[in-house]
């Protein structure tokens, strides 16, 4: 049974079509190198959402990939939220004209129920029960899934997610975007133990919160551009080489790692379940990567993590979860509407 | 009008007599540093108009989020805008001055953008948990009466 996802919800324009909501038969995203060199343009900036431009290019390309024809799809799945709903609305409409046009049912999808679903793609996913740990630029939540449609919230964050924490650290050390890469770097050359970054751990609650942190970042920072005495002249703009702005980068990526790395196990602990998933772009990070196995590997619990590729926003997700939507019956009308908010 | 917060709770107790003015059409401009205390600001605006503040987080990313209050709340956050012709794409025009309360967030790239009537903000580290909060738009005397 194959599947069309669709996803705008945010910068990247993304199609996919996936058999039996497990194996990825074409998965395409709008920034990628290959997409403009076919059909002209520059790579779109961070803040350049062409969804206008790119969703038919893209969709046509996730189809000609697979070598399928509209036909041969039992549905189309599209994420209808939560996101910008301008650009929503440009999948949205799109999903809508196919489904009309084609005949094809049309199904939608939670961008965070997609990210749960993204585990199951690459390899063997997990059993139910699970904890889904998603963190992103744009979200950061852990969801206890007891099946598909069965999702509890046990925390989210109060403030900023962990991704855009790294994109605005980055900014502070005048390095660039996406952030988490370049820290990610920078960190293996720096001394993690360096400046003991506060932990927000808010132990009485599977919450996040890392604006504390992100501020505390910011005061070194500034701590640094005045210190004379450490050769820095106030006007040298940071050196991303310095040895400094390493150990900056390592010891802001311990405590975010931490932090994550110990309320996932807190839950685990609490909730008995023996199988985490981790999903979002920040989940692509070599150092969360590395500790959740390690924590996984000490207390005996399974870590899925999905390809690198996966992990970022992708509409092979779309269409994973898509297709349980699908033989679960759960068709959408076609006068759906995303939506802005949209809590799972 | 300026006022001192020491600290994260009377940021959103200001937050919540500033929400508790504001009506269907007004714009909230804030203006303030990296963890200069915007978003706990927008928390205690959201508040006042019924919306818990866990519900608030950072729009950093999705750049626009709605709430379904009445009237509407739009959290705005333009942290990511680069370009003026950026606040087209994701249609800046259609929320300010419509029928619900647009909080603006890096409000400075707006521009031009702003209603002349805009209720400005602005917060100013004053230590590490100290903001001056400098309000401008609204009669001191009003505040006073609330």
Same mark, same amino acid.
């Given at each position: 049974?194959?599947?069309?996802?669709?996803?705008?919800?945010?910068?990247? /324009?993304?199609?996919? *079509?996936?058999?039996?909501?497990?194996?990825?038969?074409?998965?395409?995203?709008?920034?990628?190198?290959?997409?403009?060199?076919?059909?002209?343009?520059?790579?779109?900036?961070?803040?350049?959402?062409?969804?206008?431009?790119?969703?038919?290019?893209?969709?046509?390309?996730?189809?000609?990939?697979?070598?399928?024809?509209?036909?041969?799809?039992?549905?189309?799945?599209?994420?209808?939220?939560?996101?910008?709903?301008?650009?929503?609305?440009?999948?949205?409409?799109?999903?809508?004209?196919?489904?009309?046009?084609?005949?094809?049912?049309?199904?939608?999808?939670?961008?965070?129920?997609?990210?749960?679903?993204?585990?199951?793609?690459?390899?063997?996913?997990?059993?139910?029960?699970?904890?889904?740990?998603?963190?992103?630029?744009?979200?950061?939540?852990?969801?206890?899934?007891?099946?598909?449609?069965?999702?509890?919230?046990?925390?989210?964050?109060?403030?900023?997610?962990?991704?855009?924490?790294?994109?605005? *650290?980055?900014?502070?050390?005048?390095?660039? !975007?996406?952030?988490?890469?370049?820290?990610?770097?920078?960190?293996?050359?720096?001394?993690?133990?360096?400046?003991?970054?506060?932990?927000? !751990?808010?132990?009485?609650?599977?919450? +996040?919160? +890392?604006?504390?942190?992100?501020?505390?970042?910011?005061?070194?920072?500034?701590?640094?551009?005045?210190?004379?005495?450490?050769?820095?002249?106030?006007?040298?703009?940071?050196? +991303?080489? /310095?040895?400094?702005?390493?150990?900056?980068?390592?010891? +802001?990526?311990?405590?975010?790692?931490?932090?994550? *790395?110990?309320?996932?196990?807190?839950?685990?602990?609490?909730?008995?379940?023996?199988?985490?998933?981790?999903?979002?772009?920040?989940?692509?990070?070599?150092?969360?990567?590395?500790?959740?196995?390690?924590?996984?590997?000490?207390?005996?619990?399974?870590?899925?993590?999905?390809?690198?590729?996966?992990?970022?926003?992708?509409?092979?997700?779309?269409?994973?979860?898509? !297709?349980?939507?699908?033989? /679960?019956?759960?068709?959408?009308?076609?006068?759906?509407?995303?939506?802005?908010?949209?809590?799972? | 009008?300026?006022?001192?917060?020491?600290?994260?709770?009377?940021?959103?107790?200001?937050?919540?007599?500033?929400? =508790?003015? $504001?009506?269907?059409?007004?714009?909230?401009?804030?203006?303030?540093?990296?963890?200069?205390?915007?978003?706990?600001?927008?928390?205690?605006?959201?508040?006042?108009?019924?919306?818990?503040?866990?519900?608030?987080?950072?729009?950093?990313?999705?750049?626009?989020?709605?709430?379904?209050?009445?009237?509407?709340?739009?959290?705005?956050?333009?942290?990511?805008?680069?370009?003026?012709?950026? $606040?087209?794409?994701?249609?800046?025009?259609?929320?300010?001055?419509?029928?619900?309360?647009?909080?603006?967030?890096?409000?400075?790239?707006?521009? =031009?953008?702003?209603?002349?009537?805009?209720?400005?903000?602005?917060?100013?580290?004053?230590?590490?948990?100290?903001?001056?909060?400098?309000?401008?738009?609204?009669?001191?005397?009003?505040?006073?009466?609330?």
């Amino acid at each position: 049974m194959l599947i069309l996802g669709i996803d705008t919800s945010c910068d990247d /324009t993304c199609a996919s *079509v996936v058999e039996d909501g497990v194996r990825i038969i074409s998965n395409i995203v709008s920034n990628q190198t290959e997409i403009h060199k076919k059909y002209g343009g520059i790579v779109p900036e961070l803040a350049s959402r062409r969804h206008i431009e790119m969703i038919w290019p893209v969709v046509d390309e996730a189809v000609k990939v697979a070598v399928i024809k509209p036909e041969d799809l039992s549905a189309i799945a599209v994420c209808h939220g939560p996101g910008l709903i301008g650009s929503l609305l440009v999948g949205c409409s799109f999903a809508k004209a196919i489904c009309y046009s084609k005949n094809i049912p049309l199904v939608t999808v939670n961008h965070l129920e997609g990210h749960i679903f993204s585990c199951f793609l690459d390899e063997r996913g997990p059993e139910f029960p699970f904890l889904s740990l998603i963190v992103s630029g744009g979200h950061t939540c852990l969801y206890r899934v007891d099946g598909f449609g069965r999702y509890r919230e046990l925390g989210r964050t109060r403030d900023d997610a962990a991704g855009e924490a790294y994109d605005k *650290v980055s900014k502070l050390l005048g390095l660039g !975007y996406p952030g988490g890469t370049v820290i990610d770097k920078l960190a293996h050359n720096g001394n993690p133990d360096a400046i003991d970054f506060p932990r927000p !751990y808010l132990p009485e609650s599977f919450d +996040f919160s +890392f604006s504390g942190l992100k501020t505390a970042v910011k005061l070194e920072v500034e701590k640094l551009r005045r210190c004379e005495d450490r050769g820095f002249s106030t006007s040298q703009p940071l050196n +991303f080489l /310095t040895s400094y702005v390493c150990d900056i980068a390592a010891s +802001f990526q311990a405590s975010v790692v931490d932090v994550l *790395v110990r309320k996932t196990e807190w839950a685990v602990k609490k909730e008995r379940i023996k199988r985490v998933a981790l999903s979002g772009g920040v989940s692509a990070n070599s150092e969360l990567r590395k500790r959740m196995k390690e924590m996984g590997d000490a207390i005996g619990v399974e870590i899925f993590i999905p390809s690198v590729s996966l992990c970022t926003d992708n509409a092979a997700m779309i269409a994973a979860a898509g !297709y349980h939507h699908f033989n /679960t019956g759960n068709i959408a009308g076609l006068d759906l509407n995303p939506q802005a908010y949209l809590p799972l | 009008m300026r006022l001192l917060s020491k600290g994260p709770e009377e940021t959103k107790d200001i937050g919540f007599r500033l929400g =508790r003015f $504001l009506k269907g059409g007004d714009v909230v401009a804030l203006y303030g540093e990296l963890g200069s205390g915007k978003t706990t600001m927008v928390k205690g605006i959201a508040n006042a108009l019924g919306i818990e503040e866990r519900e608030i987080v950072s729009a950093s990313f999705t750049m626009i989020v709605e709430y379904s209050t009445t009237p509407p709340l739009f959290h705005i956050d333009l942290y990511r805008i680069e370009k003026d012709a950026e $606040l087209d794409e994701i249609g800046l025009q259609n929320y300010i001055g419509g029928e619900g309360i647009s909080v603006i967030e890096w409000a400075e790239k707006a521009g =031009r953008e702003l209603p002349e009537d805009a209720i400005w903000v602005e917060l100013k580290s004053v230590s590490e948990t100290m903001r001056e909060i400098i309000i401008e738009g609204i009669d001191e005397k009003d505040w006073d009466n609330l």
